[in-house]
């Protein structure tokens, strides 16, 4: 067992499927553990490199294994199932996350801290609220059509919909149920609303928020998105990698020596790009407001592209904007155009 140097673990909510080998890539150690069994044995065993997927549990897994002494990584998923061997289980899982953790050019992911975690958990639950919001809207919205009252978009309406439904005579049932989807709106803007204002007492805490609020476009829910996802921006070698991260950059597909990118990737974190390419589309809006040299390059885009080519092309450049403050530990700092004589 001293020569171990390798660890995989395949994690599972119960069971967990352990592949240890050396130096070499001899397998020297094959077990399953129960949660408190692994704990318990590397807490006994010696320091070592332990890898696994970044999945449900990981971080929280990878922080306690560190506490222990151990070097813990993170790895994606889809980087390790090209090396899965013949058919699947749960050992040959770990021994998959083992081979390919071994390759000298692999990638892999910064294991999360406790207060980015939470930060994560309460943008996910902000989102689902959202997502139940605009479904019950909808809903409102379709019951009435069926009746012929068309209700104008927007939340505004929904506000003052009691007083609409009064000038109008509909069946008692739907009027109970269209009351019971009104209660349920109005709860769930109360609950949006003390989510959002938890947020701004953590980003008013969080000095990388802070800094990351400075961007052109960049509000809060964002630079908060941002702060727990980027962290100190070490996982990634320069800004390009961040963006391409989140598939901001252009899909390749070369061959032959001849280039042909196409549109945007649109791999990784889908939330994070959408808030960004928000972001981008909120500073075109208010694009007459601005003299900097970034207005000027969008300026000049809007002539050559389409709006939505130049949001995408403006949320990379936010991607970027965003690493380089997390991994130099700066502002952003706006430059203004230069004026021809």
């Known amino acids: 067992m001293q020569d171990v140097t390798l660890i995989g673990i395949d994690l599972g909510k119960h069971g967990f499927h352990v592949h240890g080998q050396d130096r070499?890539?001899?397998?020297?150690?094959?077990?399953?553990?129960?949660?408190?069994?692994?704990?318990?044995?590397?807490?006994?065993?010696?320091?070592?490199?332990i890898v696994m997927e970044a999945c449900a549990g990981a971080h929280w897994m990878a922080r306690q294994l560190a506490k222990l002494g151990h070097e813990a990584k993170l790895i994606s998923p889809q980087f390790v199932r090209p090396f899965v061997k013949g058919n699947k289980n749960d050992f040959i899982d770990a021994e998959a996350i083992c081979e390919a953790a071994s390759r000298p050019s692999m990638r892999f992911a910064t294991p999360k801290t406790e207060a980015q975690q939470?930060?994560?958990?309460?943008?996910?639950?902000?989102?689902?609220?959202v997502r139940d919001r605009v479904k019950a809207i909808n809903q409102v919205h379709g019951f009435l059509l069926e009746f012929g009252?068309?209700?104008?978009?927007?939340?505004?309406?929904?506000?003052?919909?009691?007083?609409?439904l009064a000038e109008h005579t509909l069946?008692?049932?739907?009027?109970?149920?269209?009351?019971?989807?009104?209660?349920?709106?109005?709860?769930?803007?109360?609950?949006?609303?003390?989510?959002?204002?938890?947020?701004?007492?953590?980003?008013?805490?969080?000095?990388?928020?802070?800094?990351?609020?400075?961007?052109?476009g960049v509000g809060p829910i964002t630079a908060s998105v941002l702060s727990a996802e980027v962290s100190d921006g070490k996982q990634y070698a320069c800004a390009r990698?961040?963006?391409?991260?989140?598939?901001?950059?252009p899909r390749q597909y070369s061959t032959g020596g001849r280039a042909n990118l196409l549109g945007i990737s649109k791999r990784g974190d889908k939330n994070i790009r959408r808030l960004l390419v928000q972001c981008a589309r909120s500073y075109m809006r208010q694009l007459e407001r601005?003299?900097?040299?970034?207005?000027r390059w969008v300026r000049s885009m809007l002539l050559r592209r389409h709006s939505n080519v130049v949001a995408c092309a403006l949320a990379n450049k936010l991607a970027r904007t965003?690493?380089?403050?997390?991994?130099?530990?700066?502002?952003?700092?706006?430059?203004?155009?230069?004026?021809?004589?």
């Open 171 to 216: 069946p008692a049932r739907l009027m109970s149920l269209i009351e019971r989807l009104h209660a349920h709106i109005k709860y769930l803007d109360e609950q949006i609303e003390d989510i959002e204002k938890e947020l701004g007492r953590q980003l008013r805490k969080d000095d990388l928020g802070q800094r990351l609020m400075t961007i052109p």
């Open 149 to 164: 009252i068309s209700l104008p978009t927007g939340q505004g309406t929904l506000r003052r919909l009691l007083s609409v």
């Open 290 to 295: 601005h003299t900097d040299r970034l207005a």
């Open 241 to 249: 990698d961040f963006a391409a991260s989140i598939g901001l950059v």
């Open 24 to 49: 070499h890539g001899k397998a020297l150690l094959r077990r399953k553990f129960d949660r408190k069994q692994l704990i318990t044995f590397f807490a006994n065993f010696h320091s070592c490199t």
């Open 118 to 129: 939470c930060l994560s958990a309460l943008h996910r639950t902000r989102e689902s609220l």
């Open 322 to 341: 965003a690493w380089a403050i997390a991994a130099h530990n700066t502002e952003y700092e706006m430059h203004e155009a230069a004026t021809l004589p």
